[in-house]
């Protein structure tokens, strides 16, 4: 079982950037995928990015160029780097720790974080 703990939203107008962290305890070692989620209000959850421990990483279509996803294995830490951000931004991100990457995220997900809460204002 991996703990995760999501940190950095906050709210912030359309066009700005914002850095969510995600620290995972213990840290996977081989053979996982890590993945970011959001939720909107009234919405389903849906699959932001994901990475694998090759370091292949995915996203969905529509937040390509706008969000990257990447890790420091030497902090235990997900990052997931939002820029340009849009009022449709606005949503619950999660962590996720699974093990397969699939087309947005990962399948097979046995841990969730609890979540941050991004507000995105016009």
């Known amino acids: 079982q991996v703990q995760l703990v999501e940190s950095g939203g906050g709210s912030v107008q359309a066009g700005g950037s914002l850095r969510l962290s995600c620290a995972a305890s213990p840290y996977p070692v081989r053979n996982y995928c890590l993945a970011w989620f959001r939720q909107a209000p009234g919405k389903e959850r849906e699959g932001v990015a994901g990475i694998n421990a090759n370091g292949i990483t995915v996203y969905a279509d529509s937040l390509k160029g706008r969000f990257t996803i990447s890790e420091d294995r030497a902090k235990n830490t997900l990052y997931l780097e939002m820029n340009n951000l849009k009022v449709d931004d606005t949503a619950k991100y999660y962590c996720?720790?699974?093990?397969?990457?699939?087309?947005?995220?990962?399948?097979?997900?046995?841990?969730w974080g609890q979540g941050t809460q991004v507000t995105v204002s016009s």
């Open positions: 996720a720790a699974g093990k397969v990457l699939v087309e947005v995220g990962c399948a097979r997900i046995n841990d």
